[in-house]
């Protein structure tokens, strides 16, 4: 296997990025906007790059069947760390499995879901298609796509807002930078994704943004206290309202576009 980019920045991901605002706003958004779409559970899920299951072991408290499937030992290892404090029940609807989102398919024997989610792996990508291609023949007739990737058409935000004023401008015609995580990422539009699902028997749903007002706030220098509950919930009851409605969810660094397999095209 190859070496695991991901082995040094385990902790810092799982453990720090996820407790704070921001990732617990990621969170609770992402969830809010999948259950609106998403079959009634125990409906099987397979989540592509699912790092240490903060997305889908909610998904699993709440009856789902989940596949988590990633490439990195390391995120796996802190998966599994946070499966054992899960109630026994809601262990045994996880499994995982150690692969690539391009060899998807393969790893599950041909099994098909109803829904696949890929969140916040097609930005380390530097071509999408080969893991698109995984999502789209993973997934059932009539099931769901879901997939989050950085927002191009706001790339200016992040270097804007920390006064990188040489960088924001740059950023208006750029699709690659380095990421909050120190590593190279690529952003996608709504429009070209949106087309590539088309391409591959996936008819778009409806798409969200995911970060706002907190992001905002954290680029600006401005602490947010995530001990403090009630504020907490309250930020999150704007950002899940302000992801639905423009122009804020186009501001939004981040997107969530969900589809929906009408059939293979391959």
Known sequence: MADDTWAGLADRFADEAYA??????????IHHQLLSHLPSPPAALLDVGGGAGHQSFPLAEAGYEVTLLDPSPAMLDKARQRLAQLPAETQRR????????????????????????????????????PVLDQLCLCTVDGGVVSIMAGNATAAALRPAMQQRWADALASFDARHEIG???????????????????????????????????????????????????????????????????????????????????????
Not at 20 to 29: L, Q
Not at 100 to 123: I, N, P, T, Y
């Open 180 to 266: 909050v995580l120190g590593l190279p990422t690529r952003a996608d539009t709504v429009e070209e994704l949106s087309g590539q699902l088309l391409e591959r028997g996936v008819e778009p749903q409806e798409w969200y943004g995911v970060w706002h007002l907190v992001d905002w706030l954290d680029l600006g220098g401005v602490t947010l206290d995530p001990a403090d509950r009630d504020n907490l919930t309250a930020a999150a009851a704007v950002e899940l309202e302000a992801g639905r409605r423009d122009p804020y969810r186009g501001l939004s660094r981040i997107f969530h576009l969900v589809g929906r397999k009408v059939g293979d095209r391959f």
């Open 20 to 29: 704070s605002v921001k990732g617990y706003v990621r969170t609770y958004v």
């Open 94 to 129: 996880i499994r995982f499995v150690e692969v690539s989102g391009e060899q998807a398919a393969e790893a599950v024997d041909g099994r098909r879901f109803a829904a696949v989610l890929c969140h916040g792996v097609l930005g380390y990508l530097d071509e999408p298609g």
